[in-house]
């Protein structure tokens, strides 16, 4: 009688009780550099079309470009989650952390001098190298520094702060949209998205925090030594792939990360080019029925702030819904187990991904992006809790960045697929067309493909589904060791 007693203790006692000061602090420069990584990928999500209108020619196609730098940007993210996960495990946590958070930062802002679509993408690139080492490492720090008990409540919390700096960027970017309609003339539609992007490179001054206080983890540093003496390698993809326990694991949560990936990088973070689909037809409805005509410029500069402004807002409210989805699949993980939590959270993001894109017409509608939000994020907060628990401490690094990164590569297709499926069924539609259709009949046919698009991609989420019933649940059970 007295097992089940100790355990209904232990879970009624909330985890952030376990901790000390160090704790605190290596939690909290965890979160903040995984936190202000999220506002960098933001600041991309809601200013890469104005940024792309400026740097490509009048005749190209802005969103189709705009799918080809989210893939560049993931395909940069999955190879910096390669390259610092393994190098996290066999150097450090707190030491690469440094180096990842300083790469993000510094080329994020450099984004902002961009002359040409060219060295956009370059640049973009650069910065997902340090964005995706940051999640592996800042997940390893904790799950191997804080109290064993304080793990999971810790790890979702951290997944769930990263909705702040989603927040954040969408209040920069409401902002933004506010002085354009200011009429200031440093700050016009042309020009806004270079400064969002030098907001970016603010958490550089992280690094010198990190640098001066953060230990590496004492479970590291024993494992490190004890491995000095068995031979046994520390971030080796040999050990990690090859024959042995930690393959099947790996693979299987590269797959489950890799649907939840592309149903948010290939569909939910596409809602800013929907709303301001929405807000530009609403814009210009409303300025036929004016009694004062626009100008084609003022037309052209009220939908660029209209847009700002309800795409800040919309990133605001779907990451409102992101903060309280991760929040709630914690408390659900850690209570029915991490199996069940993730099919609640797949069945949920296919469900309401596909009521956003097919009935989102007004900004009226615009909570329908929380509750999308709510599911698709909550899956995220599954990864960072799961993750770390299917790999030892050698590996833990390696095998968490492997599962959350390397699906990025297959991921990096999500964009550039629904960009391809969007224009070849926007072409379709605009066949279809009579020749004397007008611009706001083209317009309609265009947005009725991105919406086809979206649900045809929608369905990767099955795949998550499928693959949590291969997966090992590891509620209760100690972190893995070899």
Not at 117 to 137: E, N, Q, S
Not at 257 to 265: E, K, M, N, R, Y
Request: aromatic share 14%.
């Amino acid at each position: 009688m007295s097992q089940p007693i100790q355990l209904q203790k232990v879970v009624s006692v909330a985890w952030w009780k376990h901790l000390n000061s160090y704790h605190w602090f290596v939690f909290a420069m965890a979160a903040l550099a995984w936190l202000f990584d999220c506002l960098d990928q933001q600041i991309f999500i809601l200013f890469r079309n104005d940024a792309l209108k400026t740097l490509l020619p009048p005749d190209w196609d802005v969103k189709a470009y705009g799918g080809y730098a989210t893939s560049i940007f993931v395909a940069g993210w999955a190879t910096g989650g390669l390259i610092f996960g393994s190098v996290g495990d066999r150097i450090g946590r707190a030491k690469t952390l440094t180096l990842t958070v300083l790469l993000y930062s510094v080329f994020t802002g450099l984004t902002a001098l961009s002359t040409s679509w060219v060295d956009f993408a370059i640049y973009r690139f650069i910065t997902g190298l340090g964005v995706g080492g940051v999640f592996g490492l800042a997940v390893a720090l904790i799950a191997d520094t804080l109290p064993d008990e304080s793990r999971p409540g810790a790890l979702g919390m951290l997944q769930a702060l990263s909705a702040i700096g989603n927040i954040t960027a969408g209040l920069i970017s409401m902002w933004l949209g506010s002085l354009i309609t200011s009429g200031s003339n440093s700050i016009t539609a042309d020009t806004a998205w270079k400064y969002a992007f030098l907001f970016g490179a603010i958490p550089a001054f992280l690094c010198v925090f990190i640098q001066l206080r953060m230990r590496e983890p004492e479970k590291w540093v024993k494992a490190k030594e004890a491995g000095k003496i068995t031979g046994v390698k520390f971030g080796s993809y040999v050990s990690l792939l090859g024959p042995g326990r930690w393959r099947k694991p790996a693979l299987l949560g590269m797959l489950l990360c890799i649907a939840g990936v592309i149903g948010l990088w290939g569909i939910g973070f596409f809602a800013p080019e929907l709303v301001g689909d929405v807000i530009a037809t609403s814009v210009r409805a409303e300025a036929l029925k004016a009694s004062v005509a626009l100008s084609p410029d003022e037309l052209a500069q009220r939908i660029s702030s209209q847009s700002a402004y309800y795409k800040g807002l919309n990133g605001i409210i779907q990451n409102i819904g992101a903060f309280f989805g991760m929040l709630a699949f914690s408390w659900l993980a850690q209570r029915a187990g991490r199996k069940p939590a993730f099919v609640v959270a797949f069945i949920g993001a296919f469900i309401a991904t596909n009521v956003y894109f097919q009935m989102f017409k007004s900004v009226d509608q615009i909570w329908m992006s929380g509750v999308m939000g709510f599911f698709q994020l909550a899956l995220f907060a599954g990864f960072a809790i799961y993750l770390p628990e299917l790999f030892p401490t050698r590996l833990r690094s390696t095998g968490t960045s492997f599962c959350y990164n390397v699906g990025r590569f297959l991921a990096a297709t999500g964009p550039f697929t629904l960009g391809m499926l969007q224009h070849n069924l926007g072409e379709s539609a605009m066949a279809k067309l009579p020749e004397t259709a007008d611009a706001a009949a083209k317009a309609a046919a265009k947005l009725g493909a991105f919406r086809e698009a979206t649900s045809w991609v929608s369905l990767v989420f099955i795949l998550g589904i499928v693959v949590v019933f291969f997966l090992p649940e590891t509620k209760g059970k100690p972190m893995p060791e070899d």
